[in-house]
């Protein structure tokens, strides 16, 4: 399956990064096999406590730390723990059969990017769902002071050579190489911000 | 030495594809495999190959849709529905591992092997197709009792690969251990086990063995042991790796019959069907000759050795399939212990 993804980097008052904002947009032929069998109004609409059911059930199961909401934030190599996501939404439109959730993932501690800037990470371990960011307000900030940037960068299409180069390195990714772990992490979406 | 040292722990190797990520995913969508437990760089691999197969999947919308305007379109959607199938296959998954293992713990044919592998996956497509007409179609009923259903039909996939792994277990190590462990000699256990895979010319073979006096053992080539497919045994192996559907036959099929066009649903399922099929029965027939290698190699040792190559290749093929249906069937269990 595939999603159209938006992220939203949000600050707080004081310039430090305190949430990531995520709206997931799941392809037609998953929104069609979601939504068999379900009751719907005369419009093609779903009642609002369906809605609300798949909300709390896909949350709860993004929870589990297997899944860690397909999210990582790292600042200088360290990964950011999340506090309860909110805002849990489904939303679901007879008019495309799209259906999307969208929530917001608070830091447990707010952190101010820096010029080392900060890291965000998304990306199904599993490679079951494959994320797009393709529309034009995929990445966004919001409320960030003055100078802050940020940068996509798409997961990597795997050459030979760094195929070769991963079968090289032992199994145990504690011993990886630090250049070698970047390789291995570049398969994920990534967007990183940097402040002033 | 290069093969037996080299297939055995490629059997080894995709055990912890399998046995990682057993747990549903947070989608949903029932998805077995997806474990990336193995190596990085294997990891790495498998990610790649999922990148081509959602390529394909997103085309598949439009595909379904312009399924009506006939011609070309048609094709287009056959064509990206054997790809994806090929993509598929070549993705984490068990069905790979049980057939090779079967194959080489039964001597099969490459013959035999790839019509083991078309089968199968020609069963998986069927079953998409009869659960999702019952279902959905007929009965109205959710996506979550579809994935109920196929949760029952994966466990009983897995319990039917415990039941063929304990059955060539018995076969295949266990058995010839215990004449081994008696005043049998070697010859014996292969005469044992050449009665066992083509009973119906035991008594022609046993006076064969007699006649000739061989007092060691030799390696016969699989083409020359193994016969017709037993089908008692390969009926297991055929239910064993196609009773659990495929989600992307799901998913497509139930996609098709919201848009009104069941029948191009139909036709998507059984070309992945045929792609996922070719791909197995590609490795299924590299599985053979890799195992005919190995005793064409060894025969180059001395016969006694072939034999005893052969013999642990085949016990270590069996114990494979057991071993694998236990962490499968084992997993299943207890994930359905945690969600009760």
């Not at chain 1, 032929?29 to 109004?41: D, I, N, S, V």
């Not at chain 1, 991963?166 to 190489?177: F, K, M, Q, S």
């Not at chain 2, 992307?248 to 098709?256: D, I, K, Y």
């Amino acid at each position: 399956m595939w999603i159209d993804a938006r992220a939203r980097i949000a600050f707080d008052g004081q310039g430090r990064v305190a949430a990531i904002e995520q709206d997931w947009q799941f392809d037609e032929m998953f929104g069609a096999y979601t939504t068999q069998g379900l009751e719907k109004g005369p419009d093609g609409g779903l009642p609002a406590a369906t809605l609300q059911g798949m909300a709390r059930d896909w949350m709860r199961a993004l929870g589990e730390p297997v899944s860690h909401y397909f999210t990582r934030l790292t600042i200088d190599g360290q990964a950011l723990a999340f506090a309860a996501p909110r805002d849990a939404a489904v939303r679901w439109s007879p008019q495309d059969q799209r259906l999307s959730l969208s929530f917001t993932l608070p830091l447990a501690q707010p952190v101010a990017p820096g010029k080392q800037g900060l890291r965000v990470d998304i990306y199904d371990p599993t490679y079951f769902v494959a994320y797009a960011f393709e529309a034009p307000d995929a990445v966004a900030l919001a409320g960030a002071p003055a100078g802050c940037t940020w940068a996509y960068q798409p997961p990597r299409a795997l050459d030979w050579q760094t195929m070769q180069q991963l079968a090289a390195i032992p199994a145990d990714p504690d011993a990886l190489p630090e250049e070698l772990f970047a390789i291995t992490k570049g398969l994920t979406h990534r967007i990183e911000v940097a402040c002033p | 030495m290069t093969f037996p040292r080299r297939s055995l722990p490629l059997l080894l190797l995709l055990l912890p594809l399998v046995a990682g990520a057993q747990g549903a995913h947070p989608f949903g969508v029932p998805e077995s495999g997806g474990g990336m437990a193995g190596p990085d760089w294997l990891a790495a691999l498998l990610g790649q190959v999922s990148a081509w197969q959602t390529h394909f999947y997103r085309q598949l919308t439009g595909a379904v849709r312009a399924w009506q305007a006939g011609g070309a379109a048609v094709w287009g959607l056959l064509g990206l529905s054997f790809a994806y199938g090929v993509f598929h296959a070549l993705g984490p998954g068990h069905g790979k591992a049980v057939i090779a293992s079967y194959v080489l713990a039964n001597r099969q044919t490459a013959r035999n092997g790839a019509l083991l592998a078309l089968l199968s996956a020609l069963l998986q497509a069927l079953v998409a197709i009869a659960l999702v007409t019952v279902l959905a179609w007929l009965l109205n009923a959710t996506a979550s009792a579809m994935n109920h259903a196929t949760r029952w039909l994966e466990t009983a996939s897995y319990a039917l690969i415990v039941a063929l792994g304990a059955w060539l277990a018995w076969q295949k190590a266990v058995r010839p251990w215990l004449h081994r462990a008696g005043p049998a000699h070697e010859h014996e256990q292969v005469q044992a086990e050449v009665q066992v895979q083509i009973h119906r010319h035991s008594h022609a073979h046993a006076h064969h063995d007699a006649g000739c006096g061989c007092g060691h053992a030799h390696a016969p080539a699989a083409e020359q042991v193994a016969g017709p497919l037993e089908w008692r045994k390969a009926l297991s192996a055929i239910l064993a790796m196609g009773l659990r559907p495929c989600s992307g036959a799901l998913v497509v099929l139930v996609f098709a019959l919201s848009q009104g066009v069941f029948a191009a649903g139909i036709a998507a399922a059984l070309a992945m069907g045929l792609g996922t099929g070719l791909t197995v029965a590609a490795l299924a027939v590299v599985a053979v000759l890799a195992g005919s290698a190995a005793t064409r190699f060894g025969a180059g040792l001395s016969a006694q050795w072939a034999g005893r190559l052969r013999t642990l290749l085949e016990a270590a093929a069996a114990l494979g399939i057991l071993l694998l249906g236990l962490v499968l069937l084992g997993g299943q269990l207890a994930a359905a212990t945690a969600a009760a």
